[in-house]
């Protein structure tokens, strides 16, 4: 399986979301988390099934939640540059590359 790395912008865009959801209601949190580590498994087993957004930028939307994840393909791993919510500007994360 490959590899997963994420950013620290990534890290801490995740790690916002989990308190925000958290400080709503703890099992929101929970959810989250499940939900992106669901995501993990499948990029790990096949990240060619999301699309490309950007040159070598591909895009994983959560289901339940309004985030999804960029990353980019190398051939051992794969790095995740954001978590972020949908709804927010995306000129944030295009600044990254």
Do not use: K
């Given at each position: 399986?490959?590899?997963?790395?994420?950013?620290?912008?990534?890290?801490a865009?995740?790690?916002?979301?989990?308190?925000?959801?958290?400080?709503?209601?703890?099992?929101?949190?929970?959810?989250?988390?499940?939900?992106?580590e669901?995501?993990?498994?499948?990029?790990?087993?096949?990240?060619?099934?999301?699309?490309?957004?950007?040159?070598?930028?591909?895009?994983?939307?959560?289901?339940?939640?309004?985030?999804?994840?960029?990353?980019?393909?190398?051939?051992?791993?794969?790095?995740?540059?954001?978590?972020?919510?949908?709804?927010?500007?995306?000129?944030?994360?295009?600044?990254?590359?």
């Amino acid at each position: 399986m490959i590899h997963v790395r994420l950013t620290s912008a990534a890290e801490a865009e995740l790690a916002d979301a989990l308190r925000w959801y958290g400080e709503i209601r703890r099992e929101l949190a929970g959810r989250l988390l499940d939900e992106y580590e669901r995501l993990l498994l499948r990029l790990r087993e096949n990240p060619h099934q999301f699309p490309s957004v950007r040159n070598d930028i591909r895009r994983a939307g959560f289901r339940h939640f309004p985030y999804g994840l960029l990353f980019r393909l190398f051939p051992e791993e794969v790095e995740i540059i954001a978590v972020f919510h949908t709804s927010r500007d995306p000129r944030q994360w295009e600044r990254r590359m």
